[in-house]
């Protein structure tokens, strides 16, 4: 839909707006599973190639040969799915960890990556386990003591709201203005000096 269609039935800016962040989280959420159909396919396409060249191999192969290369294959077999899992498991963990960085309001790009890069680490001591890296919350408090400004906690959240609300609620005090009036200030008359 566009714009103008969405103005005609009668919606204001800010339901135009909703309607298209609402129509990004979906398209968003499309494109990761696209992702994933498209990552099946090409393993599964790999899979069949390999099958297929493997059948061609055996046309005429004595029973130790054929034992022999069946046990490779099967080796081979076992080694590709493992890969294939662990990089559906590295892609898991990296979505995870994205997703709980923004909860915690890490903006800065260098920042997200230097903290993803230590979390995947193997010596991090964050545990992998039913979709979650466990001790993640430890970890994130381990680096706002390292860095201050990282990231604003629930509390300082919350205090940042409050002074926010009582700087608007505070009255403003203003000097005398020079000028006409007008919010253009002009040089200030200065009497003449007597001697």
Do not use: H
Not at 78 to 83: L, P, V
Not at 85 to 101: A, G, V
Not at 102 to 121: F, H, I, M, N, T
Not at 170 to 192: L, N, S
């Amino acid at each position: 839909m566009k714009t103008e269609e969405l103005k005609a039935l009668g919606l204001s800016d800010e339901q135009v707006r909703s309607v298209f962040e609402l129509n990004g989280k979906e398209i968003d959420k499309q494109k990761k599973r696209i992702a994933e159909l498209e990552a099946d396919l090409e393993n599964a396409n790999e899979q069949f190639k390999q099958a297929d060249e493997t059948l061609k191999k055996f046309g005429d192969m004595t029973p130790d040969k054929y034992q022999e290369e069946l046990e490779k294959y099967k080796k081979a077999a076992e080694d590709a799915k493992s890969e294939y899992e662990s990089k559906l498991t590295r892609r898991d963990q990296s979505e995870w960890i994205d997703q709980k960085l923004d909860e915690y309001g890490v903006a800065s790009p260098y920042a997200r990556k230097q903290l993803k890069a230590e979390c995947l680490s193997e010596d991090s001591g964050l545990k992998w386990k039913d979709n979650t890296f466990f001790g993640f919350d430890d970890f994130m408090k381990a680096a706002k003591k390292n860095d201050n400004g990282l990231y604003l906690s629930e509390e300082e959240k919350q205090a940042a709201a409050k002074e926010s609300a009582a700087k608007e609620k505070a009255a403003r005090f203003t000097g005398p203005m020079q000028g006409d009036g007008t919010g253009t200030e002009t040089k200030a008359k200065v009497p003449p000096k007597i001697f």
